[in-house]
């Protein structure tokens, strides 16, 4: 429903550029990039109306289109509806004001948009949430890489004294047989 007014409006503008364009010049010059043309300036904001407004109906993208058309919005109301500068006819700035706080109300609406999570955990959540269970992780790893770096050792350890052992036995056994054999031969 928010999306209505945006799409109409888009369509209306577009097809008649020339009813919108002289208040949106100002703000082409603030922007760097925009082109200074009035028409083609109206036809950009009418594709981004027309393009985002679709894209929210359609709940694609809703958060990125809702942005887009608060700014578009904006833009729209600060060079269209100002109220506060007319001063010749009463009846004239009562419309504007009207125009001017209906903008703001649906500016508010696109807000609420743009914040909408649709009952997900929001991008900000989302990411602590996964640096806290990344760190929990790695903690986990990191302990049980000690763990298993310590076992490690100790199976090295183990195996180095087993095989001292091996070569105590050996040299015992080897100096057994050099002590058989020096009592076997004959004496000089």
């Known amino acids: 429903m928010l999306a209505s007014t945006f799409v109409g409006g888009g369509l209306k503008s577009l097809r008649n550029p020339k009813a919108v364009t002289p208040p949106v010049v100002p703000f082409a010059d603030r922007i760097p990039g925009l082109p200074q043309d009035p028409e083609q300036l109206a036809r950009i904001n009418s594709a981004v109306q027309i393009g985002a407004g679709t894209l ?64 997900k955990p929001s991008l900000a959540h989302r990411t602590r949430t996964t640096a806290a269970t990344s760190r929990r992780s790695l903690r986990r790893t990191t302990r049980g890489a000690r763990s298993a770096a310590a076992d490690s050792a100790s199976h090295a350890a183990d195996g180095v004294r087993a095989a001292a052992d091996g070569v105590r036995s050996a040299a015992d056994g080897v100096r057994s047989a050099a002590g058989s054999v020096r009592e076997r031969l004959p004496a000089h």
């Open 56 to 119: 929210l109906a359609l709940g694609r993208l809703p958060r990125v289109s809702a942005c887009a058309l608060a700014a578009s919005l904006v833009e729209t109301t600060l060079a269209e509806h100002r109220y506060w500068t007319v001063e010749d006819d009463p009846e004239e700035k009562a419309r504007q004001r009207a125009h001017f706080y209906k903008n703001v109300s649906l500016l508010g609406g696109l807000l609420i948009a743009a914040a909408d999570t649709h009952g």
